[in-house]
């Protein structure tokens, strides 16, 4: 039950960040994963811990974390938990607040419960089907903002370079968060009015956030406007934009079209 599930992944989240926390601003080890940048010894310990609680509770969904080697197991089972322990690694080791722990409940590809929290300000969002979108247990809304010019997106530099987009590059106000879930739940709560990433998404960085944008009335697809599943056996999206209904539709148009 996603109302079940919720509550699960609210305590393990909150849990999650209590280990987090021991190693914040600790100057923890740090490894580099080859192509997937860097992991530190406070990934793989909240790892631990999240696997120990979450498979716990409910031996019979699946796993896809990005610290553990991925199974086909998973795309046998009727629920599959898909999870980044810590995301915003970066963030994370430079001592920056932004880190998050993102944690969802998948069905038949489609989240079905997902938490997102940031330990270093003890901020919690959640939503799942039944569930609203919620910071810190008050509802949240996306923004309405219909067109591209003036718009405030989450978004690195280069998916603002010439080529992506064919009728010019849009004038919009940029910002960055290191954590792809907290984006998603930027664009949520209506704090910037979009978000985009143009390059391939795994999908434990964004099964959570992106039900939770979508849940506070944003819309959430692909870089192509496709909706988003998850679960895959290769388990990445081809990018994410999360914006306000017009925004988005505006967002797709110009990246396709220049429109």
């Given at each position: 039950m996603p109302a079940h599930d919720l509550a699960l992944l609210t305590e393990a989240a909150?849990?999650?960040?209590?280990i987090a926390l021991r190693f914040w601003r600790q100057s923890p080890q740090v490894w580099e994963k080859p192509g997937l940048g860097p992991v530190t010894e406070a990934d793989f310990a909240v790892n631990d811990y999240l696997r120990g609680v979450l498979r716990?509770?409910?031996?019979?969904?699946?796993?896809?974390?990005?610290?553990?080697?991925?199974?086909?197991?998973r795309l046998e089972t009727e629920r599959v938990f898909v999870l980044d322990p810590i995301d915003g690694t970066r963030a994370f080791i430079a001592g920056e607040d932004t880190f998050s722990v993102s944690l969802a409940v998948v069905?038949?590809?489609?989240p079905v419960a997902g938490v997102v929290y940031l330990p270093a300000l003890d901020r919690l969002y959640t939503a799942s089907l039944?569930?609203?979108?919620?910071?810190?247990?008050?509802?949240i809304a996306a923004s309405t903002r219909a067109g591209i010019e003036g718009a405030t997106l989450l978004t690195t530099a280069p998916n603002l370079a010439p080529e992506h987009w064919p009728g010019g590059v849009p004038d919009l106000k940029r910002s960055f968060r290191a954590s792809l879930a907290y984006r998603l739940c930027l664009v949520a709560e209506g704090r910037h009015d979009g978000m985009l990433m143009l390059?391939?998404?795994?999908?434990?960085?964004?099964?959570?956030?992106?039900?939770?944008?979508?849940?506070?009335?944003?819309?959430?697809?692909?870089?192509?406007?496709a909706?988003?599943?998850f679960n895959a056996p290769h388990p990445q999206a081809k990018g994410v934009i999360a914006a306000a209904p017009g925004l988005h539709r505006a967002l797709v148009e110009r990246l396709s079209h220049g429109g």
């Open positions: 909150r849990g999650a960040g209590e716990g509770a409910r031996r019979d969904y699946g796993w896809l974390s990005e610290e553990d080697a991925d199974s086909a197991e069905e038949a590809g489609v039944q569930a609203p979108a919620l910071k810190d247990g008050l509802p390059r391939d998404a795994w999908e434990w960085d964004i099964a959570a956030g992106s039900l939770i944008a979508a849940r506070a009335g944003a819309t959430v697809s692909d870089r192509l406007g909706g988003l599943r």
